[in-house]
């Protein structure tokens, strides 16, 4: 198994002057989250990889479709595909099937075990190497609900890129023994107008300059720690000056029962008025760039954590919990890391930054710099290409 960086053992010259790379892009595209902004990222910095001509199918017309189609992006739609229902997948994989003879990738680039369970066959008919990246902890036992996991089995891929040292750690659950890299996902800094961190601070009614905005910008999902996040802010409401964020909104019925409780537990709490549910949200860089701190205290290890570099990009520090892909991103220059499941540990690092703006202004300039070492767009970029031209010049070896 291959871990760590490709790139470094790997002369990029003759693949630069080589020619373009096609990568097809498969994904369900039904939620918005991570991955969704990884696959925009592709998108919308082309330029910095003009030698990777993406083009992306998808089985839902939402978010995800509409911001590709922003960049001018190609979006092949393969329509709704459920796994109960046959004729959907069939007609869904006829038009997989049409998509990869037209498009001809040289590489094909599977988002989930879903996309491989539903749609491997199909892919496995190209000539082009098939590359999992993983997105998500994989561990068919442990996550027996995951019907998708113990599909995926049925079609080997030929790579692996994961998304983090702790997502390669799990691949071997589903894949024993399938050659693969660590690659941290492209992230591109957000921008904020001159003016517009006071004015949206002043459009929740945050006015004076020195109240600390606590922010979490994640999908609705009991493991991102909604839950711990209010009992530790619960044990700060005697401290003065705090008002806390919570981004986005239901994107599906489950999540729309999860989002009730959080705005109940709130009220129970006796926080809700210091507690704003922003809902689903386009313009979370700039909500960012008006906080003061990201909290995000993951009740589940997460595969990375893009939510965790763009918050350090905008210059905050960042609370979360010591599980997962966090460990790999957040470091005393740039925030702390608490124990997980432990309200009290989350609490007290709360009341540090709020109370000791010292400590919150000295993590807080070490954000963007640690953002940019672990997810440079261009060096990220670069690294697949090159990751991907290695796999195209194998196979046209073979």
């Not at 004076?208 to 996040?229: A, F």
């Not at 991103?329 to 703006?357: F, W, Y």
Request: proline fraction near 7%; include cysteine.
């Amino acid at each position: 198994m291959i871990s760590g960086d490709p790139v470094t053992a790997t002369t990029t010259g003759d693949l630069q002057q080589g020619p373009v790379l096609r990568v097809l892009h498969v994904h369900p595209g039904n939620l918005f989250g991570g991955v969704e902004t990884l696959l925009v990222t592709f998108a919308r910095e082309q330029r910095l990889a003009p030698f990777l001509q993406h083009q992306f199918a998808v089985c839902v017309e939402g978010r995800l479709s509409k911001e590709l189609l922003t960049t001018g992006a190609r979006v092949q739609f393969l329509g709704t595909a459920r796994a109960r229902s046959p004729i959907q997948v069939w007609r869904a994989r006829r038009r997989l099937a049409r998509v990869v003879r037209a498009f001809a990738p040289d590489v094909v680039l599977c988002h989930s075990t879903w996309v491989l369970a539903l749609f491997g066959t199909v892919l496995r008919s190209s000539d082009a190497p098939l590359v999992f990246w993983v997105h998500m902890k994989l561990d068919p036992i442990a996550i027996p609900e995951l019907w998708s996991h113990w599909m995926a089995r049925l079609t080997r891929p030929d790579f692996a890129i994961c998304s983090s040292q702790f997502t390669l750690g799990t691949l071997c659950k589903l894949y024993p023994k399938l050659a693969a890299t660590v690659l941290y996902s492209p992230v591109s800094p957000g921008e904020c107008g001159p003016g517009e961190r006071f004015a949206i601070r002043r459009q929740f009614g945050v006015t004076d300059p020195c109240d600390v905005v606590i922010i979490q910008t994640s999908r609705l999902e009991p493991g991102k720690g909604h839950m711990l996040h209010l009992q530790a802010l619960s044990a700060l409401r005697e401290i003065p000056g705090w008002t806390c964020w919570m981004v986005g909104g239901p994107q599906r019925s489950k999540e729309g029962t999860y989002f009730r409780e959080i705005r109940q537990m709130a009220a129970q709490l006796g926080i809700a008025n210091r507690v704003h549910f922003l809902g689903q949200r386009s313009d979370v860089p700039a909500l960012l760039r008006a906080a003061d701190v990201h909290y995000q205290p993951n009740a589940d290890p997460e595969a990375f954590g893009i939510a965790l570099v763009e918050a350090l990009y905008a210059g905050l520090p960042v609370v979360t919990t010591a599980i997962g892909g966090a460990r790999e991103i957040v470091d005393e220059t740039c925030g702390i890391l608490a124990k997980p499941g432990n309200p009290e540990c989350l609490s007290q690092a709360l009341r540090s930054l709020i109370t000791d703006r010292a400590v919150l202004s000295k993590l807080a300039s070490g954000g963007p710099a640690r953002a940019s070492r672990l997810c440079n767009p261009e060096r990220q970029i670069e690294k697949l290409r090159v990751i991907l031209g290695e796999l195209r010049n194998s196979r046209m070896a073979a």
